[in-house]
Nanobody, 115 residues
Framework: QVQLVESGGGLVQPGGSLRLSCVAS????????MGWYRQAPGKQRELVAI???????NYADSVKGRFTISRDNAKKTVYLQMNTLKPEDTAVYYC?????????WGQGTQVTVSS
């Protein structure tokens, strides 16, 4: 079975940084896209960043230049480096894997940006 486990969330002041990690298990190969989504209270889940199996990346306009997504295929781990955090970045962040056009999700990790 596919399992995605996120870690690295927490409370940080505006302007600070966090690094989220997502470890995948039960997945064969690396030819699939992975991404980070987030959901704030009362809002829909939105795409933050994606990285394809070939290594290309894309970002939401709101985080471009501040966040960096990367993956370590040997460790089957995807990362989200978040810099210059803003209060509007506060949300539950979810790891996602697109396997054969099926979406799988982690349990989510809370990120709170507040002074």
């Amino acid at each position: 079975q596919v399992q995605l486990v996120e870690s690295g969330g927490g409370l940080v002041q505006p302007g600070g940084s966090l690094r989220l990690s997502c470890v995948a298990s039960g997945i064969i190969g690396t030819r699939y896209a992975m991404g980070w989504y987030r959901q704030a209270p009362g809002k829909q889940r939105e795409l933050v960043a994606i990285v394809t199996g070939a290594g290309s990346t894309n970002y939401a306009d709101s985080v471009k230049g501040r966040f960096t997504i990367s993956r370590d295929n040997a460790k089957k781990t995807v990362y989200l480096q978040m810099n210059t955090l803003k209060p509007e970045d506060t949300a539950v962040y979810y790891c996602n894997a697109n396997l054969q056009n099926r979406f799988y999700w982690g349990q989510g990790t809370q990120v709170t940006v507040s002074s």
